[in-house]
């Protein structure tokens, strides 16, 4: 049952790199996971990683005979490409320009990009979409730029599709780009998945607006936080206040099947990535 499923849905983690790539795959393939998502470099400091081409050539090697695709890559956290801060909104273009060319480098398949916050949308959103047009313009083959939806804190944009729409209308190449619908930030932001109905309904208003065929990659996340309160606290699936059914509900509503999952869920004890897979085969299995 279990690798009749793998065949036709593909998951993994989000994995550290400190032990270097190829030790990232290795515990990958040990899991019997299909895909990866990892940091290009340290995502809280302006400081460039430099990876030796041999370990390049090595890494997309292990990634093959390991069946493990899509690579994601996440970018740093101090990019915020759609800045009221001229300064800042620069310095943050530049930055995801070079995390387009590392996922090239390492031949990730999607880069994941939280939108960012600002004061004047429609502004902030036309100077995203511009930085959205230099970065996706290197990526070569069907690599694209994943916006990730957010839990709404503060100004941030993202948190809901009616503003995803605004950005994907503003780039000159939408085929570029995609959504990551992360569970914990929907919600964080509102969307009851404890409520099948509601899921049900949240799925329609994305068809209504970016489209279901938008939805490159699953963030699958439980909640640290309860419903509305806009906190981004990701949990063990099945611990948090989404809970076992409003994943269950999300991942079993029939539009998110054959997407990629994700989870990056909390590491706090050397097992905890096994029981979430656990949790998350529990579910696609059917329990
Ligand atoms: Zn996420």
């Not at 999607?110 to 939108?115: C, E, T």
């Not at 780009?177 to 099948?196: M, Q, S, V």
Request: aromatic letters at 6%.
């Amino acid at each position: 049952m279990e690798s009749r499923i793998k065949e036709k849905q593909r998951y993994g983690f989000h994995m550290s790199i400190s032990n270097g790539l190829l030790e990232a795959v290795n515990d990958t393939a040990a899991m019997g996971c299909t895909s990866m998502q990892i940091f290009s470099r340290n995502p809280r400091s302006w400081k460039k990683k430099r990876f030796k081409k041999e370990l390049l050539i090595e890494f997309r090697n292990k990634l093959k005979k390991n069946d493990i695709s899509p690579l994601v890559i996440h970018s740093i956290y101090l990019i915020n490409a759609c800045s009221d801060d001229l300064e800042i909104y620069r310095k943050s273009r530049q930055l995801l320009l070079e995390e387009a060319r590392n996922t090239e480098r390492l031949n990730g398949d999607f880069l994941v990009l939280h939108p960012g916050s600002c004061k004047i949308k429609q502004k902030g959103i036309k100077r995203l979409a511009s930085a959205l047009d230099i970065a996706s313009s290197i990526l070569s083959g069907n690599k694209k730029i994943l916006i990730e939806n957010v839990a709404g804190g503060g100004h941030q944009i993202g948190k809901n599709f009616e503003e995803m729409k605004m950005i994907l209308d503003k780039v000159k190449n939408p085929d570029k780009i995609g959504f990551c619908i992360d569970t914990c930030h929907l919600f964080a932001y509102g969307f009851n998945l404890r409520i099948r109905m509601n899921v049900m309904s949240m799925f329609s208003e994305i068809n209504e607006t970016i489209g279901l065929d938008k939805i490159n990659l699953i963030h699958l996340n439980d909640s640290k936080f309860d419903l509305s309160l806009k906190r981004d606290q990701h949990e063990h699936l099945g611990d948090g206040f989404i809970g076992f059914q409003g994943l269950k509900n999300f991942l079993n509503s029939g539009f998110v099947k054959g997407i990629p999952i994700i989870m990056e869920t909390p590491k706090d004890n050397p097992d905890s990535d096994k029981k979430n897979l656990q949790t998350l085969l529990s579910i696609l299995n059917g329990a």
